[in-house]
């Protein structure tokens, strides 16, 4: 089925109108996702901060508790 030229013109109207509400919409979209991960990315980092800091620490103990038994045995 071809399409008209009345229905073409309707068409390209129809676009044009709401191309500057699409371009918004998209802008809008894309700035809250941008803000969402910022704050993903925020909390991720601050998480895996707690989590390099327990491993650490961890670590830290063990290797002590290993000296000490050392230091013990001798």
Same mark, same amino acid.
């Given at each position: @089925?071809?399409?008209?030229?009345?229905? *073409? =013109?309707?068409? %390209?109207?129809? $676009?044009?109108?709401? $191309?500057?509400?699409?371009?918004? *919409?998209? &802008?809008?979209?894309?700035?809250?996702? &941008? =803000? =969402? @991960?910022? #704050?993903?990315? !925020? #909390?991720? &980092?601050?998480?895996? %901060? =707690? *989590?390099?800091?327990?491993?650490?620490?961890? $670590? !830290? $103990?063990? /290797?002590? #508790?290993? *000296?000490?038994?050392? /230091? /013990?045995?001798?």
């Amino acid at each position: @089925m071809k399409t008209t030229e009345y229905q *073409r =013109e309707y068409q %390209k109207k129809y $676009r044009e109108k709401n $191309r500057d509400k699409l371009n918004q *919409r998209s &802008r809008e979209y894309a700035e809250q996702h &941008r =803000e =969402e @991960m910022k #704050e993903y990315c !925020r #909390e991720y &980092r601050k998480a895996n %901060k =707690e *989590r390099v800091y327990a491993y650490e620490t961890e $670590r !830290r $103990r063990k /290797n002590k #508790e290993k *000296r000490l038994s050392v /230091n /013990n045995n001798t």
